[in-house]
């Protein structure tokens, strides 16, 4: 299989001297589920916030599908995002507009400002949303506004508005914290056959560790801005996870 | 709701509505209200469009004979008429304090419980509030003569409707609990008013004065225009003879006062909350 | 507060400060008064004036009615058009100048349009706007626009920079360019708040429209000055009494119009 992404010695620092992240070579094929784990504060929402640049990286490369990204800004950079979807921790939803207006949003990357403005959203859109509506569940709440949802809904609208964008890659920042752990496993599973239906690698970074085991396909370990382990969810032993998460009185 | 997903229509032929057809309709009549107003108001306002293309050179003109600045001007003139400014505005906020506290008691429900001085306090107060400080100058003016006096009075005339509505709304809004166990401790009204309500809204009033303290500096600098003292006498004078640098002075001297108003209102503000 | 031990301790107690500060503005009015040249006499001459002049504005005569229309449709036509035009102009400059969407180089110059539209009274501008523009009602409509700009632009400002950036990054991360991030990300989010201050807006520039008449930028205010300059003061307490009737109904209007909104979106 081809590489589709490729991260080569990616640096960052919020404050100077203060590395978040050391130095990350990671590629990524394309297919496949990939659970980055760790505890907070190692870096590995920064890691998935980089690669669509809603934070900026250090030094270091990330080659997508042959285009170097790190360096790149304006039309080049909105062309970019449109390629590849963002699910977040806490959905953001815009909370006022109905669910329809949210999964169209995912389009907006390739709509006019005027036509944004004026609604007019093409008829294949408004079709592939509904279908996606159907695929998550909530065929009959087109029309509801996104803050009389409850949370897990919200999370499957945010699945089908990146979905909306066609991505060739699908991030997603901890989608399941804010959940319990039923709606987090339904939430999973939606991220994970959709990214086996629509043939694109999935990047989930998450703290659950069962839940990564059940369904990534390959688990990076993250510990201090550093990947520690790498490799397929049966080789994660304990003695992996106390590198990973320090201490061991949390493992029963 | 499940059955209702059973019988989901066919995928190919579901068309998105934004809006129902009566949120479509309230919002179309709404823009369309607007549009109308706008338009009549454009094709029968009286605009002489030659003087309306000519302002840009006008303004320059008018630019240019505001340059150089007349400075002398202000330690002659504007400096005192600063002060008579500063002093219309403050008195002016002082005497409507001491006139809004009473109709602020008697509009707030739940300290007079009677239908009619509430009504009656709030008819004043609305009086108030919708004459505007340049037409209670004008009234002024004709009573007291030009002069300090006639803006003072309408400046004070004015707040009191701003500082009683903001104040008899606190009031209204002060929990009903702390008054109660004053009142079940034999209180006389007096007293409850004093340790009860006053504690409640001693913040909201002094933030009320503060805020109304600004508005009246803003608002004295003009009353002079017809003739009510203070700054805007002085600009009167100038404007009548076409000395814009001294204009251009006054201006200035006005900008600055709102500007150092701002950042002692902004201090203050935040030594109260 | 380095006091607040004390109220605590004797609650009903004003503090020192309290005290001071009381005095202080007691000695303050004594001063201003003298300086102000306020006298017993003067007062009590004045209100001797006054109930002659009462006694001439009642009753209010409306038999100059055809005098009072024209002038308050001139009024209602210069708050349309101010409103309208000067909401329309705050809108782009409150999000140039909105901290949390927009570099500083573009923040800065707009907030200084705003302050400078806030500092003036509209009387002030419209005098400037009457030697640019002529005497009439134009000269009125520029500067309630100004004043406008000054007060919507400074409101709407502050509700852009108080959302919830959350939902901006999201349709940031889909690519859209920044005028759908503003459509779909930030109108949403102040569209009920900006409803309230326009109704508030053209309630204001109602009101200050008979102001800006006074010095000759057209309205009810040029007929009330015009009134005035005749001693017709009966007629002067009919355009007082008509200014309050459509003020009250205005406010009315405004909480119908927010509630028609607030229910619908």
Partial sequence: M????????LTKAYKPGVPVLKGIDLDFDERGLTAIIGSSGTGKSTLVRIINRLVDPGDGTIVFKGEDLSRIHGRQLRELRRRIGMVFQEYNL???????????????????????????????????????????????????????????????????????????????????????????????????????DNKIPVLVNM???????????????????????????????????KLIYGGEGWLQ | MVSHELTATPLMSRVWQRHTLAQKLSRLSLWLLIGVAVLLSLSSISVIWEFLWDAPEQMADMGSRMWPLDFPYYPATVHAALLETFHIATLGTLFSMV??????????????????????????????????????ALLFVAVFGPGPLAGTVAIACRSVGFVGKLLGEALEEVPRGSIEALKAAGATQGSQILYGYWPAVKPAFWS?????????????????????????????????????????????TIFAVVVIGEVVITYFRRKLI | ?????????????????????????????????????????????????????????????????????????????????????????????????????????????????????????????????????????????????????????????????????KQIEAIRATGAPFASVVAFGVLP????????????????????????????????????????????????????????????????LANYVKRIFNGES
């Avoid at chain 1, 369904?215 to 049966?234: C, E, K, N």
């Avoid at chain 2, 503060?210 to 608002?219: A, P």
């Fill in chain 2, 208 to 252: 009320i004065m503060l805020l109304r303290w600004d508005i009246n500096v803003r608002e004295s600098s003009v009353l002079g225009l017809v003739g009510a003292g203070g700054l805007g006498m002085a600009m009167n004078a100038a404007i009548d003879l076409f000395q814009w640098d001294r204009v251009a002075v006054i201006l200035l």
């Fill in chain 3, 1 to 165: 507060m380095s006091s607040a031990s004390i109220p605590a301790a004797r609650p009903f107690e004003s503090s020192l400060g309290a005290k001071l500060l009381a005095l202080f503005i007691l000695a303050y009015a004594c001063y201003a008064l003298g300086q102000l040249d306020f006298s017993w006499p003067r007062f009590v001459k004045g209100i001797d004036n006054g109930a002659r002049f009462l006694d001439r504005m009642f009753p209010p005569s409306f038999k100059n009615w055809d005098q009072l229309l024209t002038g308050f449709i001139e009024s209602m036509q210069i708050a349309v058009l101010a409103t309208f035009f000067g909401v329309l102009i705050s809108l782009p400059i409150a999000i140039l100048g909105a901290r949390n969407l927009m570099p500083s180089w573009a923040t800065w110059p707009a907030r200084l349009i705003v302050t400078l539209c806030r500092a003036f009274n509209p009387v002030i501008v419209a005098i400037i706007f009457i030697k640019a523009v002529g005497f009439g009602a134009l000269a009125g409509v520029l500067a309630l626009v100004m004043g406008s700009i000054g007060f919507v632009g400074k409101l709407f400002m502050e509700a852009i920079e108080e959302i919830s950036m």
């Fill in chain 1, 94 to 196: 815009v909370e006022r507009l109905s669910v329809m207006e949210n999964l169209l949003c995912g389009r907006l990357g390739y709509l006019s400002p005027l036509k944004a403005w004026l609604r007019r959203f093409p008829q294949e859109d408004i079709e592939h949303a509904y279908q996606l509506l159907d695929v998550i569940g909530l065929s009959n709440f087109a029309n509801q506004r996104a803050d009389s949802l409850s949370g897990g809904q919200r999370q499957r609208v945010g699945i089908a508005r990146a979905l909306m964008q066609r991505p060739e890659l699908l991030l997603a920042d901890e989608p399941t914290s804010s959940l319990d752990p039923k709606t987090s496993v339904e939430i999973m599973e939606l991220l994970k056959s959709q990214g086996e």
């Fill in chain 1, 2 to 9: 081809s590489v589709v992404l490729s991260i080569q010695g």
């Fill in chain 1, 207 to 241: 703290h659950d560790v069962e839940l990564a085991k059940r369904f990534a396909d390959r688990i990076v370990g993250m510990t201090g801005g550093r990947v520690v382990f790498d490799g397929l969810p049966s080789r994660l032993t304990d003695d992996h996870l």
């Fill in chain 2, 99 to 136: 006139l809004a506290l009473p109709l602020a008691i008697l509009a707030a429900h739940n300290i007079t419980p009677h239908a009619g001085l509430n009504l009656f306090a709030k008819t004043m107060l609305v009086a108030s509030r919708s004459v505007n400080s340049l037409v209670w």
């Fill in chain 3, 189 to 252: 989010q102040v569209m009920g708040r900006l409803v309230g201050f326009c109704t508030y807006q053209l309630d204001a520039n109602l009101r200050n429209s008979t102001m800006v008449g006074i010095v000759g930028a057209g309205g009810i205010g040029g007929t009330l000055f015009a009134a005035f300059q005749r001693f017709e003061y009966d007629f002067v307490l009919a355009i007082l009494i008509t200014i309050i009737a459509v003020v009250l109904l205005g406010e009315l």
